[in-house]
Protein backbone atom coordinates (compact mmCIF):
# COMPACT_ATOMS: atom_id res chain seq x y z
CA UNK A 1 0.00 0.00 0.00
CA UNK A 2 2.49 2.24 1.12
CA UNK A 3 4.34 1.88 -2.64
CA UNK A 4 1.16 2.25 -4.12
CA UNK A 5 0.50 5.82 -2.70
CA UNK A 6 4.09 7.00 -3.34
CA UNK A 7 3.59 5.89 -6.98
CA UNK A 8 0.08 7.65 -7.01
CA UNK A 9 2.41 10.81 -5.30
CA UNK A 10 4.96 10.83 -8.03
CA UNK A 11 2.37 10.60 -10.49
CA UNK A 12 0.21 13.57 -9.76
CA UNK A 13 3.65 15.30 -9.26
CA UNK A 14 4.07 14.15 -12.92
CA UNK A 15 0.70 15.34 -14.26
CA UNK A 16 0.89 18.71 -13.31
CA UNK A 17 0.94 20.80 -16.50
CA UNK A 18 3.89 22.83 -17.89
CA UNK A 19 4.29 26.85 -18.05
CA UNK A 20 5.49 29.71 -15.85
CA UNK A 21 7.29 29.01 -12.58
CA UNK A 22 6.05 31.46 -10.03
CA UNK A 23 8.51 33.28 -7.65
CA UNK A 24 11.90 32.16 -10.03
CA UNK A 25 14.08 35.67 -9.55
CA UNK A 26 15.95 35.66 -12.98
CA UNK A 27 14.77 36.03 -16.98
CA UNK A 28 16.60 32.76 -18.58
CA UNK A 29 17.57 29.32 -18.31
CA UNK A 30 19.75 27.98 -20.59
CA UNK A 31 19.53 24.07 -21.22
CA UNK A 32 21.78 21.70 -22.87
CA UNK A 33 19.76 18.41 -24.86
CA UNK A 34 21.92 14.95 -26.29
CA UNK A 35 19.85 13.77 -28.58
CA UNK A 36 21.95 10.64 -29.61
CA UNK A 37 20.90 8.18 -26.67
CA UNK A 38 18.40 7.57 -24.29
CA UNK A 39 19.24 7.37 -20.80
CA UNK A 40 19.35 3.74 -20.34
CA UNK A 41 21.97 3.54 -22.67
CA UNK A 42 24.72 3.27 -20.19
CA UNK A 43 23.06 0.19 -19.18
CA UNK A 44 21.90 -1.87 -22.40
CA UNK A 45 23.69 -0.17 -25.06
CA UNK A 46 19.91 0.78 -26.71
CA UNK A 47 20.16 3.75 -27.96
CA UNK A 48 16.41 4.28 -29.03
CA UNK A 49 17.02 6.69 -31.75
CA UNK A 50 14.40 9.82 -32.06
CA UNK A 51 13.69 10.92 -35.84
CA UNK A 52 15.01 13.93 -36.83
CA UNK A 53 16.08 14.80 -33.01
CA UNK A 54 19.56 16.96 -33.11
CA UNK A 55 21.68 18.14 -30.25
CA UNK A 56 20.68 21.57 -28.69
CA UNK A 57 21.12 24.60 -26.54
CA UNK A 58 17.80 25.86 -25.56
CA UNK A 59 17.26 29.05 -23.63
CA UNK A 60 13.73 29.44 -21.52
CA UNK A 61 11.99 31.75 -19.95
CA UNK A 62 11.28 30.55 -16.57
CA UNK A 63 8.38 33.43 -15.93
CA UNK A 64 6.78 32.05 -19.48
CA UNK A 65 7.93 28.49 -19.97
CA UNK A 66 8.53 29.79 -23.07
CA UNK A 67 11.63 29.01 -24.93
CA UNK A 68 13.43 32.20 -26.20
CA UNK A 69 16.11 30.48 -28.84
CA UNK A 70 17.35 27.10 -29.98
CA UNK A 71 20.91 26.68 -30.93
CA UNK A 72 22.10 23.21 -33.04
CA UNK A 73 25.12 22.87 -30.27
CA UNK A 74 27.18 19.39 -30.35
CA UNK A 75 26.85 18.22 -27.08
CA UNK A 76 26.88 15.03 -24.58
CA UNK A 77 25.49 13.64 -21.77
CA UNK A 78 28.47 11.42 -21.46
CA UNK A 79 30.33 13.07 -18.63
CA UNK A 80 29.85 14.94 -15.24
CA UNK A 81 27.61 18.35 -15.72
CA UNK A 82 29.90 21.20 -16.23
CA UNK A 83 29.78 21.11 -20.15
CA UNK A 84 28.56 24.55 -20.18
CA UNK A 85 29.60 27.73 -18.80
CA UNK A 86 28.09 31.54 -18.87
CA UNK A 87 30.24 34.84 -19.43
CA UNK A 88 29.97 37.16 -17.01
CA UNK A 89 28.11 39.57 -19.03
CA UNK A 90 25.77 36.74 -20.40
CA UNK A 91 26.01 37.41 -23.71
CA UNK A 92 27.86 34.60 -24.63
CA UNK A 93 27.88 30.58 -23.19
CA UNK A 94 30.60 28.24 -24.51
CA UNK A 95 29.68 24.51 -24.71
CA UNK A 96 32.17 21.86 -24.42
CA UNK A 97 31.73 18.42 -25.86
CA UNK A 98 33.92 14.84 -25.26
CA UNK A 99 31.85 12.87 -27.41
CA UNK A 100 31.05 12.64 -31.20
CA UNK A 101 27.79 11.87 -32.56
CA UNK A 102 27.47 8.12 -34.03
CA UNK A 103 24.67 7.66 -37.08
CA UNK A 104 21.41 8.97 -35.80
CA UNK A 105 19.85 6.16 -37.06
CA UNK A 106 21.60 3.01 -34.99
CA UNK A 107 19.61 1.32 -32.64
CA UNK A 108 22.68 -0.41 -30.67
CA UNK A 109 25.80 -0.08 -29.85
CA UNK A 110 28.40 -2.93 -30.14
CA UNK A 111 29.78 -3.18 -26.89
CA UNK A 112 29.16 0.23 -24.56
CA UNK A 113 28.34 3.84 -25.05
CA UNK A 114 31.45 4.58 -23.78
CA UNK A 115 34.11 2.64 -25.91
CA UNK A 116 31.75 3.28 -29.62
CA UNK A 117 30.77 6.91 -28.92
CA UNK A 118 33.88 8.24 -30.70
CA UNK A 119 35.68 11.32 -28.61
CA UNK A 120 35.55 14.63 -29.43
CA UNK A 121 37.43 17.70 -28.95
CA UNK A 122 35.08 21.37 -29.45
CA UNK A 123 34.24 24.09 -27.57
CA UNK A 124 31.06 25.98 -29.45
CA UNK A 125 30.78 29.80 -28.83
CA UNK A 126 26.67 30.33 -28.58
CA UNK A 127 24.91 34.03 -28.44
CA UNK A 128 22.29 33.64 -25.97
CA UNK A 129 20.28 36.38 -26.88
CA UNK A 130 19.46 34.44 -30.59
CA UNK A 131 20.42 31.40 -30.43
CA UNK A 132 23.21 31.79 -33.13
CA UNK A 133 26.34 29.62 -33.02
CA UNK A 134 29.66 31.84 -33.52
CA UNK A 135 32.18 29.42 -34.42
CA UNK A 136 33.70 25.96 -32.98
CA UNK A 137 37.49 25.33 -31.70
CA UNK A 138 39.91 22.75 -30.96
CA UNK A 139 40.91 22.44 -27.71
CA UNK A 140 41.88 19.13 -26.93
CA UNK A 141 40.92 15.44 -26.83
CA UNK A 142 37.81 14.93 -25.09
CA UNK A 143 37.44 18.09 -22.79
CA UNK A 144 35.45 17.03 -19.88
CA UNK A 145 34.24 20.30 -17.86
CA UNK A 146 34.76 23.91 -18.63
CA UNK A 147 34.83 27.05 -16.16
CA UNK A 148 34.98 30.30 -16.46
CA UNK A 149 37.79 32.88 -14.73
CA UNK A 150 36.47 34.91 -11.72
CA UNK A 151 37.41 37.38 -14.65
CA UNK A 152 35.72 36.29 -17.06
CA UNK A 153 39.06 36.61 -19.35
CA UNK A 154 40.06 33.37 -19.89
CA UNK A 155 38.12 29.30 -19.59
CA UNK A 156 39.71 26.73 -18.36
CA UNK A 157 38.63 23.08 -19.85
CA UNK A 158 39.76 19.46 -18.31
CA UNK A 159 41.02 17.35 -21.01
CA UNK A 160 41.16 13.46 -20.64
CA UNK A 161 44.58 12.93 -21.85
CA UNK A 162 47.57 12.38 -19.80
CA UNK A 163 49.59 14.42 -22.04
CA UNK A 164 47.39 17.43 -21.50
CA UNK A 165 45.11 17.49 -18.50
CA UNK A 166 44.74 21.02 -18.74
CA UNK A 167 44.03 23.66 -21.27
CA UNK A 168 43.35 27.37 -21.40
CA UNK A 169 41.26 29.39 -23.73
CA UNK A 170 42.33 33.36 -23.50
CA UNK A 171 39.09 35.28 -24.02
CA UNK A 172 39.24 38.97 -25.42
CA UNK A 173 35.26 40.27 -25.86
CA UNK A 174 34.53 37.29 -25.32
CA UNK A 175 36.32 35.46 -28.43
CA UNK A 176 38.41 32.53 -28.05
CA UNK A 177 41.73 33.17 -28.69
CA UNK A 178 44.69 30.19 -29.41
CA UNK A 179 44.37 27.39 -26.60
CA UNK A 180 47.05 27.08 -24.00
CA UNK A 181 47.66 23.54 -23.31
CA UNK A 182 49.28 22.34 -20.17
CA UNK A 183 51.13 19.18 -19.29
CA UNK A 184 51.05 18.49 -15.44
CA UNK A 185 53.32 15.48 -15.55
CA UNK A 186 51.00 14.10 -12.80
CA UNK A 187 50.75 10.23 -11.95
CA UNK A 188 48.18 7.93 -13.47
CA UNK A 189 45.37 6.58 -11.31
CA UNK A 190 43.22 4.94 -13.59
CA UNK A 191 42.96 1.21 -14.74
CA UNK A 192 40.36 2.32 -18.02
CA UNK A 193 41.29 4.35 -20.93
CA UNK A 194 37.98 6.87 -20.37
CA UNK A 195 39.44 7.87 -17.51
CA UNK A 196 42.95 9.30 -18.39
CA UNK A 197 43.86 12.47 -17.79
CA UNK A 198 41.72 15.11 -15.98
CA UNK A 199 37.69 14.72 -15.59
CA UNK A 200 37.10 17.99 -14.27
CA UNK A 201 38.49 21.03 -13.38
CA UNK A 202 37.01 24.34 -11.70
CA UNK A 203 39.54 27.91 -11.01
CA UNK A 204 39.94 28.87 -7.83
CA UNK A 205 37.86 32.41 -6.46
CA UNK A 206 40.81 34.00 -6.76
CA UNK A 207 42.06 33.07 -10.16
CA UNK A 208 45.06 31.97 -9.12
CA UNK A 209 44.90 28.10 -8.78
CA UNK A 210 42.41 25.55 -9.97
CA UNK A 211 41.20 22.57 -8.40
CA UNK A 212 41.42 19.22 -10.63
CA UNK A 213 40.00 15.98 -10.28
CA UNK A 214 42.11 12.82 -11.71
CA UNK A 215 40.32 9.99 -13.55
CA UNK A 216 37.40 10.33 -11.41
CA UNK A 217 39.48 9.09 -8.30
CA UNK A 218 41.57 11.94 -7.40
CA UNK A 219 41.91 15.34 -6.72
CA UNK A 220 44.52 17.99 -6.79
CA UNK A 221 45.57 21.58 -6.22
CA UNK A 222 47.33 23.67 -9.70
CA UNK A 223 48.76 26.44 -8.90
CA UNK A 224 48.56 29.21 -12.06
CA UNK A 225 51.25 32.04 -12.94
CA UNK A 226 49.85 34.64 -14.89
CA UNK A 227 50.83 36.47 -17.81
CA UNK A 228 50.15 39.96 -18.46
CA UNK A 229 46.92 40.13 -19.76
CA UNK A 230 45.96 37.84 -16.76
CA UNK A 231 45.77 34.30 -18.53
CA UNK A 232 48.03 31.83 -17.29
CA UNK A 233 51.38 31.07 -18.27
CA UNK A 234 52.31 28.22 -16.38
CA UNK A 235 50.70 25.73 -14.05
CA UNK A 236 52.33 23.45 -11.50
CA UNK A 237 50.54 20.95 -9.83
CA UNK A 238 50.90 19.87 -6.22
CA UNK A 239 50.45 16.89 -4.21
CA UNK A 240 47.68 14.52 -5.43
CA UNK A 241 45.51 12.85 -2.84
CA UNK A 242 44.60 9.22 -4.35
CA UNK A 243 40.79 8.32 -2.91
CA UNK A 244 38.64 5.40 -2.76
CA UNK A 245 35.92 7.05 -3.86
CA UNK A 246 34.21 8.30 -7.37
CA UNK A 247 34.88 11.46 -8.17
CA UNK A 248 32.33 13.95 -9.73
CA UNK A 249 31.53 17.41 -10.20
CA UNK A 250 33.61 19.91 -8.14
CA UNK A 251 33.34 23.23 -7.00
CA UNK A 252 35.01 25.85 -4.57
CA UNK A 253 33.84 26.93 -1.71
CA UNK A 254 33.33 31.27 -1.92
CA UNK A 255 36.07 32.04 0.18
CA UNK A 256 38.19 29.18 -1.59
CA UNK A 257 39.39 27.12 1.36
CA UNK A 258 37.82 24.42 0.13
CA UNK A 259 37.36 22.45 -2.84
CA UNK A 260 33.63 20.22 -2.39
CA UNK A 261 33.19 17.76 -4.35
CA UNK A 262 30.45 14.81 -5.32
CA UNK A 263 31.27 10.74 -4.98
CA UNK A 264 28.99 8.94 -6.90
CA UNK A 265 29.39 5.80 -4.83
CA UNK A 266 30.60 4.02 -8.57
CA UNK A 267 33.73 2.05 -9.27
CA UNK A 268 35.28 1.59 -12.96
CA UNK A 269 33.33 -1.73 -13.47
CA UNK A 270 30.36 -1.24 -15.55
CA UNK A 271 28.30 -3.57 -12.18
CA UNK A 272 29.58 -0.66 -9.95
CA UNK A 273 26.97 1.59 -11.02
CA UNK A 274 24.60 -0.97 -9.85
CA UNK A 275 26.04 -1.99 -6.87
CA UNK A 276 26.31 1.61 -5.75
CA UNK A 277 26.13 2.42 -1.88
CA UNK A 278 24.83 5.93 -1.21
CA UNK A 279 27.01 9.09 -2.06
CA UNK A 280 28.65 11.57 -0.17
CA UNK A 281 29.79 15.08 -0.77
CA UNK A 282 33.32 15.54 0.37
CA UNK A 283 35.22 18.69 1.07
CA UNK A 284 38.95 18.86 0.89
CA UNK A 285 41.42 21.11 1.59
CA UNK A 286 44.48 21.84 -1.27
CA UNK A 287 47.14 23.40 0.15
CA UNK A 288 50.17 25.74 -1.13
CA UNK A 289 52.25 23.56 0.98
CA UNK A 290 51.72 20.56 3.00
CA UNK A 291 49.57 17.32 2.01
CA UNK A 292 45.70 17.86 0.81
CA UNK A 293 43.48 16.48 3.14
CA UNK A 294 39.78 15.52 3.68
CA UNK A 295 37.68 18.39 5.76
CA UNK A 296 34.56 17.00 6.11
CA UNK A 297 31.86 14.61 4.43
CA UNK A 298 27.89 14.69 4.20
CA UNK A 299 26.30 11.30 3.06
CA UNK A 300 23.44 12.03 0.82
CA UNK A 301 21.41 9.44 -1.32
CA UNK A 302 22.31 7.11 -4.63
CA UNK A 303 24.49 8.69 -7.67
CA UNK A 304 24.79 12.41 -6.81
CA UNK A 305 26.45 13.62 -9.86
CA UNK A 306 25.39 17.26 -9.34
CA UNK A 307 26.29 19.97 -6.92
CA UNK A 308 25.59 23.39 -7.09
CA UNK A 309 26.03 26.41 -4.45
CA UNK A 310 23.54 29.24 -3.99
CA UNK A 311 25.04 32.54 -4.37
CA UNK A 312 25.62 33.50 -0.85
CA UNK A 313 27.58 30.03 -0.56
CA UNK A 314 26.06 28.36 2.82
CA UNK A 315 23.81 25.81 0.72
CA UNK A 316 24.50 22.98 -1.35
CA UNK A 317 21.65 21.56 -4.19
CA UNK A 318 22.78 17.79 -4.76
CA UNK A 319 20.86 15.60 -7.63
CA UNK A 320 20.73 12.37 -6.58
CA UNK A 321 20.03 10.34 -9.86
CA UNK A 322 19.48 6.98 -7.70
CA UNK A 323 19.26 4.32 -10.16
CA UNK A 324 16.90 5.75 -12.90
CA UNK A 325 19.28 4.82 -15.94
CA UNK A 326 18.36 1.01 -15.24
CA UNK A 327 16.39 -0.26 -17.76
CA UNK A 328 13.07 -1.01 -16.33
CA UNK A 329 12.78 -4.68 -15.93
CA UNK A 330 15.89 -4.36 -13.05
CA UNK A 331 13.19 -2.08 -11.40
CA UNK A 332 12.18 -5.28 -8.94
CA UNK A 333 15.97 -6.38 -8.31
CA UNK A 334 17.19 -3.02 -7.45
CA UNK A 335 16.32 0.19 -5.26
CA UNK A 336 16.15 3.72 -6.65
CA UNK A 337 14.87 3.18 -9.72
CA UNK A 338 11.43 4.51 -9.64
CA UNK A 339 12.62 7.42 -8.60
CA UNK A 340 15.47 10.28 -7.95
CA UNK A 341 16.31 12.40 -5.45
CA UNK A 342 17.40 16.13 -4.17
CA UNK A 343 19.01 16.55 -0.75
CA UNK A 344 20.71 20.33 0.84
CA UNK A 345 23.62 19.98 2.63
CA UNK A 346 24.96 23.11 4.60
CA UNK A 347 28.71 24.07 4.62
CA UNK A 348 30.83 26.40 6.72
CA UNK A 349 33.15 28.25 5.09
CA UNK A 350 35.71 28.55 7.59
CA UNK A 351 35.84 24.83 8.42
CA UNK A 352 34.86 23.10 5.32
CA UNK A 353 32.07 20.70 7.82
CA UNK A 354 29.18 19.55 5.97
CA UNK A 355 25.95 18.73 7.38
CA UNK A 356 22.72 17.05 5.52
CA UNK A 357 19.97 18.81 6.33
CA UNK A 358 16.92 16.52 6.62
CA UNK A 359 15.94 13.48 4.53
CA UNK A 360 16.32 13.14 0.46
CA UNK A 361 13.07 14.74 -0.77
CA UNK A 362 11.80 11.99 -4.11
CA UNK A 363 10.68 13.11 -7.42
CA UNK A 364 9.48 12.09 -10.57
CA UNK A 365 12.40 11.73 -13.52
CA UNK A 366 15.15 9.61 -15.23
CA UNK A 367 18.90 11.05 -14.75
CA UNK A 368 18.57 14.36 -13.71
CA UNK A 369 21.98 15.59 -13.85
CA UNK A 370 22.23 19.33 -12.91
CA UNK A 371 20.81 22.29 -10.77
CA UNK A 372 20.88 25.98 -10.58
CA UNK A 373 19.84 28.33 -7.66
CA UNK A 374 17.61 31.24 -8.53
CA UNK A 375 19.24 34.66 -7.69
CA UNK A 376 18.22 35.02 -4.10
CA UNK A 377 18.50 31.32 -3.45
CA UNK A 378 15.14 30.18 -2.47
CA UNK A 379 14.13 28.12 -5.54
CA UNK A 380 16.36 25.41 -7.08
CA UNK A 381 16.06 24.16 -11.06
CA UNK A 382 16.25 20.74 -11.44
CA UNK A 383 16.85 19.21 -15.49
CA UNK A 384 15.27 15.16 -16.07
CA UNK A 385 16.60 13.27 -19.10
CA UNK A 386 13.38 11.66 -19.70
CA UNK A 387 10.24 9.83 -17.92
CA UNK A 388 10.41 6.40 -16.93
CA UNK A 389 9.49 3.34 -18.65
CA UNK A 390 9.36 5.50 -21.76
CA UNK A 391 12.95 5.52 -23.48
CA UNK A 392 11.58 7.77 -26.24
CA UNK A 393 9.50 10.41 -24.34
CA UNK A 394 10.56 13.87 -23.73
CA UNK A 395 12.31 15.34 -20.42
CA UNK A 396 11.39 18.70 -18.36
CA UNK A 397 12.81 21.02 -15.57
CA UNK A 398 11.12 20.58 -12.10
CA UNK A 399 11.29 23.03 -9.41
CA UNK A 400 11.76 22.84 -6.15
CA UNK A 401 11.48 25.99 -3.03
CA UNK A 402 13.23 25.89 0.24
CA UNK A 403 11.30 26.41 3.29
CA UNK A 404 12.56 27.25 7.06
CA UNK A 405 16.03 28.96 7.55
CA UNK A 406 19.10 27.59 8.72
CA UNK A 407 19.59 24.11 9.52
CA UNK A 408 15.44 23.66 9.32
CA UNK A 409 15.87 24.17 5.74
CA UNK A 410 13.93 22.24 3.14
CA UNK A 411 13.31 21.31 -0.18
CA UNK A 412 10.45 20.91 -1.07
CA UNK A 413 8.80 20.13 -5.15
CA UNK A 414 6.03 22.75 -6.49
CA UNK A 415 4.95 20.47 -9.26
CA UNK A 416 5.77 23.18 -11.61
CA UNK A 417 7.47 21.71 -15.29
CA UNK A 418 9.09 23.11 -18.07
CA UNK A 419 9.13 21.04 -20.69
CA UNK A 420 12.22 20.40 -23.03
CA UNK A 421 13.35 17.54 -25.54
CA UNK A 422 14.54 14.08 -24.15
CA UNK A 423 18.13 14.56 -23.16
CA UNK A 424 18.48 17.58 -20.89
CA UNK A 425 21.91 17.31 -18.64
CA UNK A 426 22.96 20.18 -18.50
CA UNK A 427 21.64 23.59 -17.18
CA UNK A 428 22.78 27.11 -16.58
CA UNK A 429 20.61 30.08 -15.00
CA UNK A 430 22.30 33.12 -17.35
CA UNK A 431 20.70 36.24 -15.19
Known sequence: MILMLMSAVLAGAAAQPGGGVEGWDGARLLALIDADMAATAYADGRLHPIADAEDAAI???????????????????????????????????????????VDRGLERVERNVFEDFPDARTLTVLEIETGDVLGALDVCNAPMSVDLAPGGDWLLIACRDDDNELTVVPLTDGDPGAPRPF????????????DEGATYAVARPDGRAAGLVLSNRAVVRVDLELGADGVPVAASPGE??????????????????????????????????????????????????GAPKILGAATVSKSPEAI?????????????????????????????????????????DATGDLRTLGKPVRFRGVLPEDAVFDADGDRIAVVV???????????????????GTGDDRRAVETGERIALPRGGHDLAAVD
Open 59 to 101: VINPGTGARLATAPVSNTVMGWPGSMVVSRDRRLAYVVSSRGP
Open 183 to 194: DLDLPAFTTRAI
Open 240 to 289: PLETDRWLSVARWTRSGSALVVADVGWGPRPIDAVLNRNGEIVSFALPAT
Open 308 to 348: EFNRVGDLLAVVNMERTYLPGGLTAIFRGRSASSLSLVAID
Open 385 to 403: YQDHGAPRSDGWITFFRID
